[in-house]
């Protein structure tokens, strides 16, 4: 488990620092790929699962705390070979999560530093760490979520299944196609750790002109995850075979 507590630690690092930095990269002042549009911080966050996937094969690659759960209701007996489904190692597997979130965050803010310091709305600034509503309806956005991850945990258990033993691509895109079919409403955190890691260093980092965390919403991309991860699990036990 202390491989793959590092191992978790440092892909989902890799994932929130390519992943916010795409973000970044689109809706930050002055950088090169401002105003690159929505595909291109899609095709971004894929990317990024794909390096946090690799980079991440000690653990099985979880990275996320749904998919963690997920795996857990879907009644399989391991998380990863030789890593048994406990609760001490689910325990273990989101506190790495959570930890590495928070550490991809920070290096996403010293790499934009010089354009953090620039003059820019706080919402786009908290935007770069963490997802928020196009249309705020609490409820709606919950279920947006649920749905999203749904997908997300739910394919990704079927992959496991494949003969075909593709590795991280098919994940990435699929990333991609949840974003860009699903991503509108809410941004798509599909992730509880993608997005309450970064709102945390978001609150804590000497952000100029930075504004809120709002954390009036940040239940909305925690728990709806955590739903639609289950539901994708125990839909997955029953479908996939």
């Known amino acids: 488990m202390g491989d793959a507590f ?66 857990w209701a879907s009644g399989a007996d391991n998380f990863a070979p030789g890593i048994p489904v406990t609760a001490a190692n689910g325990f273990l597997y989101v506190t790495a999560q959570m930890a590495g979130a928070a550490i991809g965050a920070l290096i996403c803010f010293l790499a934009y530093k010089k354009h953090f310091d620039e003059d820019a709305d706080p919402g786009i600034k908290l935007a770069v760490f963490s997802t928020g509503p196009a249309i705020r309806s609490y ?76 954390w009036s919403y940040s239940w909305v991309p925690v728990f709806g995850p955590l739903v639609g991860g289950v539901i994708g699990g125990l839909v997955a036990s029953a479908y996939v075979v």
């Open 6 to 71: 590092i191992s978790e630690v440092m892909g989902t690092g890799m994932l929130v620092l390519l992943g916010t930095g795409v973000v970044a990269n689109v809706i930050l002042p002055k950088n090169k790929g401002f105003d690159g549009g929505w595909l291109l911080i899609n095709w971004g966050w894929g990317l990024a699962v794909m390096a946090g996937v690799y980079t991440a094969f000690k653990s099985g690659a979880h990275l996320n705390p749904a998919v963690t759960i997920g795996i």
């Open 139 to 214: 409820a709606w956005n919950f279920i947006t979520e649920v749905i999203g991850t749904f997908v997300l945990v739910f394919v990704i258990l079927a992959f496991a299944k494949n003969p075909a033993q593709l590795g991280p691509l098919p994940v990435a895109l699929l990333v991609v196609g949840i974003g860009a079919s699903l991503g509108g409403p809410t941004g798509y955190a599909i992730n509880p750790a993608r997005d309450l890691g970064p709102r945390i260093a978001h609150a804590l980092l000497p952000i100029k002109g930075k504004g809120s965390s709002d």
